[in-house]
Every structure is written in C-alpha cells, then in structure tokens.
C-alpha cells in the first residue's frame, strides 16, 4: 500500500531546495477576501493581449459552438480540464498544499505531544530550514500523512478553510487564494458561458483544492479531480456516520494519473486542456487524442517580473517543481498545442494587478 | 491487490441459485429501441398513487426548494443519489452486469482458445447450469475479470453497448434498458426539474452503467458512481494513447463504499438518497446525517405480480440479491425513512404497462 505521501507529486530535489529560501511559517492572522473577480468588462478575455494565444481560445469556442460548424459539440458533451499549480496559479516557491502541511506540524504535535521530539516533525517545529532541506523523502511522508490524514473529512475542511483565511503569500503578502491568474480565470468564465463544464485536474489533494474551488474559480466540489486518498466510514459515540482520511492512495493525479483521473471521476474525454509542466502531458496528449476541434494550451514561465521565470523560458532543464522542460516544449510544437507566454499573452498576472 | 472481481457485491449464493434457473446464454438478435419515456402529462409523478411515498417526494422538494422555506437549499448544492439494481431497474433473476460477463465468455475464448478447455470457461461454454451453481467464488472471479478488464476502454464500452441491443430479459423477453421502473425515471425527472444533480451510485461497473446511463435515466457519465477499476494509460503503434481496464479495484462502491465512493466522486452530501438494500444503508445514514431537510427512501420488492417480491414482504431472510432484510426494515422505521411498496405506491412498473 502507497502512501497518501507520495502522491503530492513533489519534486523532492526543488522542494528541499526551496525550503530554505523560505520565510517563517505563515502564520499570519490577517484576514482577507480571498474572492477573485472574473468580471469581463469590454469584450471576451480583457486580460489577454491579441495574438496566437486568444485567437486559438476563441476560434475553439466558435467551432466547438456554432451549431453551423462542422466540429459542434453537444452543449451536454462540453468538458475542459485545468491543472491547477502552475496553470490557474501560482506553484512557486512551493506549491501551497505543502505550506499547509508545514504550518500545520505545530498544531499535530499539540494533539499529539509524543512527536514533539520525534523527527521530522522537531526540526519543522525548530524553524530550521537548513536542517528541513536534508529530510530524506521518508521525512516528507511522515509530515503529509500526518496532516492529511487521520482526521474527520469535515474536520480537515475546517482547517484548510481557516488556513486560507490567514496564509499568505512570502512574495506578495497576500492570501494565496488572491493569486489565481486573471487571465486564466476569464478563460474559465468564458468557456462556462459558453456551456462548457470546467473541471480542475490537479496533482494536489482532491480534498484539499475542493474547499476553495468553488470561491476562487468557480468550479464546485464535484468538478475537482485531484490525487485522492481512501476514506474509512465510521460512528461517533451519538450514533452519527462519518468519514476519516486514511492514508491509502486511490489516485495519484499526475503524468497518466491525469488521463486515468479524466476517465474514472468524468468518463469524458476533454474537448479542451489547460496545463504547464511535463505532469500535464497525457492529459493534453488525451485530449487531443478525441474527434473534432480541440484545444490544449501549456502556459509557459517567462515572466520574471510579473510573477517567475523557469522552464524553457528560463534555460532551465527539468530541476523545478511544475517543470515545462524542452522535451514538452517539443511534444508542444510537433503537436500544435498552444504555448501561453504570460509576459507576451497576459496584460496582467492577478486580479489586483492594475491593467 | 483485491481483484475487480470481488467488486460485483454478488451475494454468491443468491447468484448460484439462480444460475441454474437461467434460460440459456441470451445472445438473441433483435434489436430494440431502449429509450425509456419520462412523459409526466397530468402533473408529477403520474405513476405514483397518492399515499405517504409521493407525499414525501413532493413535500420534500417543496421545503429545499421554496426560497422562504427555512430548510432552502441553493440549486447547485441539490444532489441525489440512486442505487441501480432494485432500485431504478429490475435486479431479479440476476444483474444484468453478470448476465453480460456470462454472456461474454464465447467471444473471450474466442480471442483466447487455450481457455476453451480450462475452467471455468469450459462450463459456461457447456451452457451446463447444474455445474455453474457448483462455481467457486474464485471461477466467479475468473469470468468476471476475464470479461470486465484487459481490454482499452473504448473496446468495453462498444462491446457493453453492442450486449444492451440485443440481450433481453428472461422473464419479460425485452432489453433489459425496458426494465427501468417508470415511477423512479419520473422522480429523476422531477428532481432534476427542480433543479437537483441526480446521480447513480451503484454497486455495478461504473463503466459498465455509463455506457446506457445517459439514455435510460438521462444521467451524464459524470454522474455514475459504481464499483470501479483502475485503467492503464498507453500508446498504440501509431503513437494514439489509449486507457487499458486493469484487475485493480479502486471503488467498491458497496455498503460502506457507498459513502465513501459519494465522498470520493461527488464531495457533496446528497440531500436525498433511494435504494432498496443493505447495500444501501450506509448511503441513506450519510445522507440522512446532514443538516437540513433530508430524505431517504426504499424500494421495498412487494410486488410478486408485476415484478417480484423478495426480502421483508416475502418474509424472506437475509438470501436474495439485493436483499432487503428485515434489520434493515427496522432501521428504515427508526431513523424515518420511507419505504416504496412497489405493489401500493406505483401505478405501474414499466413504461410499456399499461397505466
């Protein structure tokens, strides 16, 4: 039996490394509306700059909806999928499930006094980043299957909840539930409206994205596929049922997990697919796979001032987390997938950007 | 690694006993017209007589769905769960699901001949009944991941749909896709008229379900959760992805399962659940668990004359598919669930009664 651990799709060598670099468990008590707007006042996508980009966005929606084209699909049929880090926001310098799951150390370790002094969970107490950036993927196990596990699903909805009410952001001070890419949320708003079913298809916990989706992007519970872990149904002592987190992994949402993840929680193949690392591969690879007009978009890094620069962009071989390496920079070109340069795409990253 | 197999939730003995009661293998050739009608001229439910099960369908949409009402809630939170077998469509004298697996067996030996000899195989082949109800659980096993896995998935669902055009029921001598009760495709109906996702949540192949789900109860693929294997992402030789159904269980969407596959596909409480099992249980206590107006309710196999009668109303014991035991009855009344005597409360079974 595999871990929940191992399913966070962690790039070991890039999250020590980052750890580091990091400030002090946020925990901050700040609160902040976390509500993206997605209002799209002048015309389709005001975020995008024209070019190659927005016109594969539009011309996909015009074929795929007018009843005259023949590529229409069945408004009922109408599915796009989106990874979630990376793609609807920001992944760096950690993905913000693993910052949960640091901040969190303190607050096991109160229930559970004994593992005060037992490693891992010492050194994540102590502050020490140099000493967390030599824990061994074991260590990293230890501290996800004990902050994701174990507790009621309700129990953990609550705290992932407060979390994001006060967790900010080390480079923007903000609420990470603020960095969702505008141009990105438009994209989601726009094909909504055009009776596409949005899905978000993401390496991160299933539990964990499904309690902000619905305010940040709009996307409710049932249209969140991530990495899954097994739950075991049970009484309290009144006699009422509930739902534990067992550290069992059902699906690891990554690289095939996402094709296979498409096909066990949608049964659909996507018309469309939105991703930015080698993770997202089979999921446009599946896409594209279908009948018909399809899109599949990767949005690329290269934007050092705005938001951060890695992959391609960056002259970066495969060494980040969400990595866009050369070789899905090729699939990209010899398969016709739309590459999004948010530099060259995106008149502005966030929704607190002035435009 | 638990196989698929153990999935089905075959009460093997039930099973056996009715093996031997089967006509033969049903590979008849008429092709019929599947599509169940869900007309309701002369005001909702009209299959339903009035009485205490109609009135908790209709005041229960009523007090969610009445903005004053204090219990209202908001249209994208409605869901409703449906178990399948016994509950939206016949179950008796055996699954459909297994007549097809049994059904399959030439085609499977045909592309394997070294099977034809081995058993199980052979004694499906022979058509002997006497020396089927003899199966182990373990020859069980062996036909239904021999029918069910090892092939791309699109193969399945075209060999599933191919079965559905042709196979009838041995009693009604009709696609089994007929055999959906019209009095539940009517409440599906008004529910989703009300603005309620209705789901199926079912102990059966949740690919085997979504292939005809869509046109006899007019539920998406999306909205089937059932009993379901892992797939396999690969390449044909032109390089074309394709998924492979594996012999891993993932979902046994059975008893306990059924709360936790709800929590796992849809991760939204229903507000109102239908079954007809202990299989069910699980599922009606966790719906019945959240705050609100709830309602949960059982289809209980009264009807000898225009269906069957099993469980309580037989005073049958714990022996049947599906059964409805007389604990389970006990519960219903404790925690106020309604039950549907299918004699009393439905004016007709099918759509092809007449009303």
């Not at 990376?86 to 901040?103: A, I």
């Not at 229930?111 to 502050?127: A, M, R, Y």
Request: glycine fraction near 8%; charged fraction near 25%.
């Amino acid at each position: 039996m595999k871990s929940t651990a191992s399913s966070l799709a962690i790039n070991r060598r890039a999250l020590l490394a980052t750890l580091a670099a990091l400030p002090a468990l946020s925990g901050t008590l700040f609160t902040a509306s976390a509500q993206a707007q997605t209002t799209t006042p002048g015309g389709e996508l005001p975020s995008w700059n024209e070019g190659p980009a927005k016109q594969a966005i539009l011309n996909f929606v015009r074929v795929t909806t007018d009843r005259a084209s023949p590529t229409f699909v069945p408004p009922e049929e109408r599915v796009a999928t989106f990874d979630q880090d990376g793609t609807l926001w920001v992944e760096h310098p950690m993905y913000s499930q693993v910052m949960y799951c640091l901040d969190r150390v303190p607050a096991v370790v109160a229930k559970k006094p004994e593992l005060k002094n037992v490693e891992p969970f010492k050194t994540v107490l102590s502050g020490n980043r140099e000493a967390m950036a030599k824990f061994t993927m074991k260590d990293l196990e230890a501290i996800l299957v004990a902050t994701l596990t174990g507790m009621p699903v309700d129990e953990f909805n609550a705290e992932v909840k407060k979390w994001f009410e006060t967790a900010k952001h080390p480079r923007w001070n903000r609420p990470y539930t603020e960095l969702a890419y505008q141009p990105m949320l438009e994209v989601l708003r726009y094909l909504r409206d055009n009776a596409y079913k949005t899905y978000i298809v993401t390496g991160g916990g299933q539990d964990f994205v499904r309690v902000y989706a619905e305010k940040v992007y709009g996307i409710p519970p049932e249209q969140v596929v991530g990495t899954a872990g097994g739950t075991k149904y049970g009484y309290a002592k009144d006699g009422k049922p509930f739902l534990t987190k067992e550290p069992k992994l059902l699906l690891n949402d990554n690289n095939a997990g996402k094709a296979e993840g498409i096909h066990l929680m949608i049964g659909r193949r996507p018309n469309a697919a939105f991703g930015n690392s080698t993770g997202d591969r089979q999921m446009l690879e599946w896409t594209g796979a279908g009948a018909g007009a399809r899109l599949e978009m990767l949005v690329l890094h290269d934007d050092a001032a705005r938001e951060y620069a890695y992959g391609p962009a960056a002259g970066l071989p495969d060494s980040k987390v969400g990595a866009f390496t050369p070789a899905l920079y090729d699939e990209a070109k010899k398969n016709g997938w739309t590459v999004i340069s948010m530099k060259n795409d995106w008149k502005r990253i966030f929704a607190f950007d002035l435009q």
